[in-house]
């Protein structure tokens, strides 16, 4: 064993399953404690809201001594009571305020979509804090906007001149003061309904003439933001330009895919990285293709999906309840080629939505 880790944050699956493949042994405090979450742990506790985060993280260190902790979505900014692996809360604040991140992308002169005049239509509406995505919106007039505010009251967002085209991602490693890119990973996005840009999945890697301009944009940007360990910038590739979108300052929703496409460890290298240590650019061994499965309906889970692992992850227990649109499960696909890893996808997706009925 290498060492114990406690892994915090709205979800920690994903991190919790990295960091025991190499050879850590975990706990984790997370919001859903999936079946999967149990087979990668020693020991896991629930909680309800990001408010009780901060007390169930309180508790698990009165239960363990750990060697550090690693902090995922809704927890990057909290104060541990045992060593951080990763970016510190002085140097992450930023990056979860939107309007804090524009201005970031500015000074660096990197090509961001700029905010929109107030009356300036279309804009894309988006909270200033917050991740993945979720409440994302087109806002084509002023009603439009009237409405999506109604939506959401008092919630603190900015509007960004609209720029269209792939949702990418690059995956970085960084020690505070350099930075290697280890792939660019296309998005999938939820693409209808209100839900519209929310992060669905991954396809990794992703070939594109533009993936070197973004390679090194992220490179200078993960570089200059001070983080250290794995982060995600993200990009939306327009005709002739690579637009930043975000800087994400914690593990990424991609890590399956670029595990399984890269063979490799993102947890050591967010480790080795917080030692100042960065790693070589891993060679691609497969394409690997992830995709969030959501409730077509109001439904209670009937049956075990365990059955079908490895093909899916973040499993939920039999006899969970889902409101429509409510995230079930993950499920992988993987190919030689782009077209084929996306055919094993969807073969796999068919044969879940099967399995539950």
Request: charged letters at 20%.
């Amino acid at each position: 064993m290498r060492g114990r880790v406690l892994v915090a944050g709205f979800s920690t699956r994903h991190v919790a399953q990295s960091a025991a493949r190499a050879g850590y042994e975990v706990c984790a405090v997370d919001h859903f404690c999936d079946q999967d979450l149990f087979w990668y742990t020693r020991d896991r506790m629930r909680f309800e809201d990001l408010s009780d985060l901060p007390e169930t993280v309180d508790r698990m260190c009165r239960n363990y001594s750990f060697d550090f902790v690693i902090a995922t979505s809704g927890a990057e900014d909290l104060t541990f009571p045992v060593p951080l692996c990763g970016t510190s809360r002085d140097k992450v604040g930023r990056f979860l305020d939107k309007l804090d991140m524009q201005h970031f992308f500015e000074s660096l002169k990197v090509p961001v979509p700029r905010i929109a005049p107030e009356g300036k239509y279309p804009a894309m509406a988006k909270p200033r804090r917050g991740a993945g995505g979720w409440r994302n919106a087109v806002l084509h007039n002023a009603p439009e906007e009237k409405h999506w505010a109604y939506l959401y009251p008092d919630l603190p967002y900015i509007r960004q001149e609209l720029v269209e085209g792939i949702p990418t991602s690059v995956c970085c490693v960084a020690n505070g003061h350099a930075a290697r890119a280890i792939a660019v990973n296309e998005q999938l996005l939820r693409g209808n309904g209100e839900s519209a840009f929310g992060f669905s999945g991954s396809v990794t890697p992703f070939n594109h003439p533009l993936s070197g301009q973004m390679v090194a944009l992220a490179e200078n940007i993960a570089a200059s933001s001070g983080c250290i360990g794995t982060l995600g910038i993200d990009f939306v590739i327009g005709h002739d330009t690579p637009w930043v979108i975000e800087v994400n300052p914690r593990f990424q929703g991609t890590v399956d895919t670029v595990e399984m496409a890269y063979g490799c460890s993102l947890f050591q290298y967010h480790v080795n990285a917080c030692a100042g240590m960065l790693p070589k650019v891993p060679q691609v061994q497969e394409y690997a293709a992830r995709r969030i499965l959501f409730a077509d309906r109001d439904m209670t889970l009937g049956v075990d999906l365990k059955e079908l692992a490895p093909v899916v992850s973040d499993i939920p227990w039999p006899g969970t309840f889902f409101e429509e649109e409510q995230a079930i499960v993950s499920v992988s696909g993987s190919g030689s080629t782009r077209d084929e890893a996306l055919t094993a996808l969807d073969k796999n997706i068919s044969t879940v939505r099967q399995y539950i009925g």
